[in-house]
């Protein structure tokens, strides 16, 4: 730098600048009385507007936060530059010259400041791409790409898309030839040192990234050839003083009017997923330029959408692949969504297609019907964690309770609870009560802040069962971390809770299958399917018994258990030993040691009640879930429940 800005200079660059005009590329504003605007804040987190500005007077102040100032300190805190910086910026909006003190004008190549320069120097990387897709002819590759996805030159030219030259050195030395420094060069992120410089992106199909004011400050960059040494799909500038990727959206300045002026967004995942919704007309499309969408992507277009609590709610629609991984994205998102004031949307085609895709195989107004047709951010939530769960079984359906519930606890709108219980309740197939039981404690647990109801698919202890140990009957609690992102399941040893009187009643029963085999009538032990125990670890021991050979197999019940041990799982192995000497709580005869006969058919008929009532919840169940033109489907598990019913009868009299 020559020296410091002429301050008559810097009075011009106040007087001409209009600080609306300046605000509202990061602010959307709105009256608020004679003279006056406001909107969002974009220095700190808010939901109703505190943020105001006064044109006539140059001047802006939030009332929240306390910060306050004029144009040039405006664009100086919200872009994070220096005082000439944000003077500098502002006097290259208005193709104003600057002057200096001490010693005359500025050398060539200063006068713009170092983040002008490096912006500069993204403009004209960005002109020399286009121009390579167009005249090149290795960029073949490139418009090969873009016409199978259905974008003509005219699409390209709209968006800038580019090819980036294989050579190595061709930017680097077309940057050199306008006057760019080495060093510039490789701080915008450009170019990279090795021996000498060579050029960061390299025959790759390039979409500049624009920022909110339009200046393009960073590239996308798509993999075309299979012998690009680098196998990453796509590369992004790496982060420098004018890119950051937590803060930027691609598509965002094209979308800004669109967002403000509708008062919805819609984010997509990729760039050409931007092109197809925004040629489709979806103005409004932006997508995040890899990284996944987070909390200051949210604050940008909250102050731009003017998600404002004392507004009519905005709309945010996020479209996700129909895969694990979109799906991943999708209740990543929906933990943010209490961030919003507006409702939040989720839009997944129902074969897995993403906006570029649909566009091709349905046209413009497939992409249109796909953001239309968009749900509530709640009922994917809710669906895709119900979508885990066996619902033909009671456990299935108590499990999805319970982790759906923290969801509808977290609705903003408590009015809109108790619709939303009954609609989860008739996915579940479960009683509106119980549901709105496990709501109402999912509700307290999250006003306690012990974070049990704070987010999307957090499970809280099994209803109606008293348990606070943590030792769930029926939860594999053991589950190792990474699990939920598609890994292989493996499960620790959970203790089941022994004050749950049927996991107790299953426990005595292996006891007594380990220590007095002879006790138990080998037809009766076989009746007894895995799915009879409640409690994982149980079952695990089961499965063992029947892989040891089964109760006739026993022979002598010391030898017996080790057999069982060694049939069983590792993490069960454990549980095996404990069983086969612990105390059972029944009165054993003093001359041989055994407990009555009647205590062990007492536990054979529990086991298999339970069984029979869970069975008959799951009829009732499926008859509450069979629509009501189905007759058929009715009639037959009218049919079902009576043999059940009559089977649970007839157990009941076993005994006498």
């Not at 919840?617 to 879930?625: L, V, Y």
């Amino acid at each position: 730098m020559a020296g410091l800005i002429r301050a008559d200079d810097v009075t011009a660059v106040k007087e001409r600048s209009s600080i609306e005009d300046v605000v509202r590329e990061h602010v959307t504003l709105r009256a608020a009385g004679p003279g006056s605007l406001k909107g969002l804040c974009p220095f700190h987190e808010e939901k109703s507007p505190s943020f105001n500005v006064r044109p006539v007077v140059g001047a802006w102040h939030c009332f929240g936060c306390g910060e306050g100032g004029d144009v040039i300190s405006f664009v100086q805190k919200v872009e994070h530059l220096t005082f000439a910086e944000a003077v500098e910026r502002l006097a290259s909006k208005l193709g104003m010259e600057l002057r200096y003190e001490e010693g005359g004008p500025p050398r060539a190549g200063e006068g713009l400041g170092r983040r002008s320069r490096l912006i500069e120097a993204h403009r004209v990387a960005a002109e020399f791409y286009s121009a390579a897709l167009v005249n090149l002819p290795e960029a073949r590759a490139g418009r090969d790409f873009l016409r199978e996805r259905g974008f003509d030159r005219a699409a390209a030219d709209r968006f800038g898309v580019g090819f980036s030259p294989r050579g190595g050195e061709e930017l680097t030395r077309h940057l050199r030839a306008k006057s760019f420094t080495d060093d510039e060069i490789v701080a915008a992120g450009l170019a990279g040192r090795g021996r000498g410089l060579y050029d960061r992106f390299r025959g790759r199909l390039m979409w500049p990234i624009h920022d909110i004011t339009g200046d393009v400050v960073g590239f996308g960059a798509r993999r075309l050839f299979d012998d690009d040494r680098i196998e990453a799909k796509y590369l992004n500038t790496s982060e420098t003083t004018i890119y950051k990727k937590s803060f930027v959206l691609y598509g965002l300045d094209m979308a800004k009017k669109a967002i403000a002026r509708d008062r919805q967004a819609v984010v997509v995942e990729g760039y050409t997923d931007v092109m197809a919704c925004q040629l489709a007309g979806i103005e409004t499309a932006v997508a995040t330029c890899g990284t996944a969408f987070g909390v200051e992507h949210i604050k940008i277009l909250r102050r731009i959408m003017r998600d404002e609590s004392d507004q009519a709610p905005a709309k945010v629609v996020f479209t996700f692949d129909g895969d694990a991984a979109g799906q991943k994205a999708a209740m990543r998102a929906f933990g943010e969504d209490q961030r919003w004031a507006s409702q939040s949307f989720v839009a997944v085609e129902a074969s897995g297609k993403d906006p570029c895709e649909l566009r091709q195989a349905g046209g413009d107004a497939a992409v249109r019907a796909l953001v239309e047709d968009a749900v509530p951010m709640f009922e994917f939530a809710v669906r895709t964690t119900i979508a885990r769960f066996e619902l033909a079984n009671a456990e299935g359906r108590v499990r999805a309770l319970e982790a759906v519930a923290p969801i509808v606890a977290r609705i903003r709108d408590r009015s809109l609870r108790p619709e939303y219980t009954r609609t989860v309740a008739g996915w579940l197939g479960v009683e509106v009560e119980q549901v709105a039981n496990e709501v109402a404690r999912a509700t307290r647990m999250d006003a306690r802040g012990s974070g049990q109801g704070s987010g999307a698919g957090t499970s809280t202890k099994r209803a109606g069962r008293g348990n606070e140990s943590g030792h769930e009957p029926g939860h594999e609690a053991g589950r190792k971390q990474g699990d939920d992102e598609g890994d292989e399941h493996h499960f620790e040893l959970v203790r089941p809770d022994l004050r749950d009187p049927v996991v107790n009643a299953e426990r005595q029963l292996l006891q007594a299958a380990l220590q007095f085999p002879g006790l138990i009538d080998p037809a009766d032990f076989h009746a007894i399917t895995p799915g009879s125990f409640s409690a994982p670890a149980h079952r695990g021991v089961h499965d063992a018994i029947r892989a040891a050979g089964g109760i006739e197999a026993a022979g002598q019940p010391g030898r017996w258990a080790d057999r069982v041990s060694e049939a069983a799982a590792v993490t069960v192995r454990p549980l095996v030993s404990e069983l086969a000497v612990a105390p059972v709580p029944a009165r054993v005869d003093p001359l041989n040691g055994l407990p009555e006969r009647r205590y062990v058919d007492e536990l054979l008929v529990r086991i298999h009640e339970v069984a029979l009532i869970r069975q008959i919840g799951d009829a009732i169940s499926a008859m509450r879930r069979v629509p009501p033109d189905d007759t058929v489907a009715g009639r037959e598990l009218g049919i079902q429940l009576q043999v059940l019913q009559r089977q649970l009868n007839n157990l009941r009299t076993r005994l006498g």
